[in-house]
């Protein structure tokens, strides 16, 4: 059965920095695309960015302030998120897969707030 579980979300100012994980079981994250996907009160999912089969990347949104990046042994997802912003509040997601119908965790909240 494919689990994901997010943490390290939280309440941080604008301009700080977080970094949620997503631990993976049932299935190798290596051997699937993998992606996380944000979702803010009233508003649709938004795609932040992705990680391949191959281990090459993409992203949707700010690369620069966004990172994913997986731990092969630990079986796990994670996304560096540098320099937040208000506008970045959001239920953070991971994903496996890319598309809109990929199989998604719980989800762990961000809230970027002074």
């Known amino acids: 059965e494919v689990q994901l579980v997010e943490s390290g979300g939280g309440r941080v100012q604008p301009g700080g920095s977080l970094r949620p994980s997503c631990a993976a079981s049932?299935?190798?994250?290596?051997?699937?695309?993998m992606s996380w996907v944000r979702q803010a009160p009233g508003k649709g999912p938004e795609w932040v960015s992705a990680?391949?089969?191959?281990?090459?990347t993409h992203s949707y949104l700010d690369s620069v302030r966004f990172t994913i990046s997986r731990d092969n042994v630990k079986n796990t997802l994670y996304l560096q998120m540098n320099n937040l912003k208000p506008e970045d509040t959001a239920m953070y997601y991971c994903?496996?897969?890319?598309?809109?119908?990929?199989?998604r965790g719980q989800g762990t909240q961000v809230t970027v707030s002074s």
């Open positions: 994903a496996a897969g890319i598309t809109q119908g990929a199989v």
């Open positions: 049932g299935f190798t994250i290596s051997a699937r695309h």
């Open positions: 990680i391949y089969k191959s281990g090459d």
